[in-house]
């Protein structure tokens, strides 16, 4: 009997190991087109992707979605003088980063919400302090009412002036995954490490997806 159980056991973990990976989900409301195809209904449905967007890093390189082609990355927004929940965002970000340093498919992207203060000198500096030397982590900046529509409207997280404190913004802390196409796939609470797990479990099964392993 107990030689019986451990074969059944022995399958079951056999069947386990080989089934394959759950692809991640596509986030947003999809526009469904209807079409008629080989004389039947057919509805394709097509995900929302991150609008177009110019804007310039700490090295004053131009960024857009055209510099990610071919890659996935994972976006935030943050202002360097942010007393509460950025250096954690910084802190996990980091984490997450020396994690796939050595991974030319997965980059990262993190916008300030302070253009104003947050110069390109100091999105510099800043990035100098996190050493951060190459093109994989970019600090962008641009027009401050640009940036707070593409995270609304583009990312979907929130990101607006402080009506009760003029020199303080109200901001998600979420973390977003981006894949090739432009989908948003993944959010995660930047401030959680454990959510930093899930992320990097995450980026995995996207570098699968991608290389057709899924």
């Not at 110019?54 to 390189?61: A, G, I, N, P, R």
């Not at 990035?127 to 979907?156: H, M, P």
Request: charged share 20%; net charge neutral.
């Amino acid at each position: 009997m107990r030689v019986v159980m451990l074969m059944l056991a022995g399958i079951l973990l056999l069947g386990a190991c080989r089934q394959p990976a759950k692809r991640l989900p596509y986030l947003g409301t999809p526009v469904v087109t209807e079409h008629f195809r080989d004389g039947k209904t057919v509805y394709d449905s097509a995900y929302p992707v991150v609008p177009d967007f110019s804007l310039t890093d700490q090295d004053s390189m131009t960024v857009t979605p055209q510099t990610f082609q071919g890659k996935i990355y994972i976006a935030d927004f943050i202002f360097l003088s942010c007393p509460t929940i950025c250096p954690k965002m910084n802190a996990n970000m980091q984490q997450v980063y020396q994690h796939f340093k050595a991974e030319d498919r997965v980059n990262f992207l993190s916008h300030t919400i302070d253009p104003k203060h947050d110069t390109i000198p100091r999105l510099k500096a800043f990035a100098n302090s996190l050493q951060i030397t190459d093109r994989k982590w970019r600090f962008v900046t641009g027009d401050q009412d640009s940036i707070f529509r593409l995270a609304e409207k583009g990312y979907y997280v929130s990101a607006v002036k402080d009506s009760t404190d003029p020199v303080n913004y109200i901001h998600s802390g979420g973390m977003l995954l981006i894949d090739a196409q432009r989908h948003i796939r993944g959010i995660y609470d930047g401030t959680n490490k454990e959510a930093m797990q899930v992320l990097i479990n995450d980026v995995q099964t996207l570098l699968k997806e991608d290389s057709g392993k899924i």
